[in-house]
């Protein structure tokens, strides 16, 4: 029996080149409907913004700052370190919260909008590719990894999420390379080599800027590489994309998030 002809493909097209076409015509389907509802990556942002906004108040409280200092003004090392700033005594006094707390936390408002503006393309991209409790487990793993070298590595203080966002663009690269049979030609050149470029560039600045961290950033892009080696996702058909794993992960995730709360609320009262 003669095989179906598919009406959208010419007649006498290799199947396998149909096949191939559908599969990746499928792939670019969920990655534009998961871009366009990016609810996890709007959520982490309007914490982030809330933090930020808390530490201006502070900063205005004790009259470091004016009202529009409050958005934009350098917030002062004690309250960031009151916020929940990664600081290396108090860390290795025990306050390990510090090393996640310290994510949402910014030092002037030209810090956040960077690392706003990074976070929103890439939360978006990795949020479509991942879903949203993967995405908030690998922001959050990444973001760890980052703060942990950083205060190994000697760091005496750190704030901000740039370790997350290394992290992120370390997950792009490495799922374009994984899945580059499967990504449409464009997505995939997109995942594998547009990146590659931030990646070297960011580095190379943090080499001939001192206040940058560096090491957060090269903790964050090794957290979210092997990450990305380990994680399903929700794009490509034949991946495994378990409920339970998705629970196990978001519970983790939201452990990570309360036990930082909770150790702030803790250093507050004590």
């Not at 004790?62 to 370190?81: E, K």
């Not at 964050?220 to 490509?236: E, Q, T």
Request: glycine letters at 14%.
């Amino acid at each position: 029996m003669a095989d179906p002809v598919d009406p959208d493909f010419p007649k006498g097209m290799d199947p396998r080149l149909i096949a191939q076409f559908k599969a990746q015509q499928a792939v670019w389907k969920k990655l534009a409907d998961g871009i366009r509802r990016p609810w996890m990556t709007t959520g982490l942002l309007v914490i982030i913004g809330i933090a930020h906004l808390l530490a201006g108040a502070l900063t205005f409280a004790v009259g470091q700052a004016n009202l529009a200092g409050i958005i934009v003004a350098s917030r002062p090392t004690g309250v960031l370190v009151k916020l929940g700033a990664m600081y290396a005594t108090e860390v290795s006094g025990g306050e390990k919260w510090r090393l996640v707390s310290c994510l949402f936390l910014h030092g002037d408002g030209m810090h956040l909008l960077l690392n706003g503006i990074a976070l929103y393309g890439l939360g978006r991209l990795c949020e479509s590719v991942y879903g949203a409790t993967r995405f908030l487990w690998l922001f959050l793993v990444a973001g760890l990894c980052g703060s942990t070298l950083s205060w190994l590595g000697g760091t005496v203080g750190s704030v901000g999420a740039s370790g997350s966002i290394f992290g992120l663009m370390g997950a792009c690269i490495v799922f374009g390379w994984r899945y580059k049979f499967v990504l449409p030609p464009h997505i995939g050149n997109m995942f594998r080599k547009k990146l590659l470029p931030w990646v070297f560039l960011n580095l190379a600045i943090g080499v001939f800027v001192p206040f940058i961290d560096n090491l957060g950033h090269v903790g964050g892009l090794i957290g979210g590489v092997v990450m990305a080696m380990i994680l399903s996702n929700r794009v490509v058909p034949s991946e495994p994309n378990l409920l339970s794993s998705r629970i196990s992960m978001g519970l983790a995730s939201g452990f990570l998030m309360v036990g930082a709360l909770v150790g702030l609320l803790l250093s507050w009262l004590t």
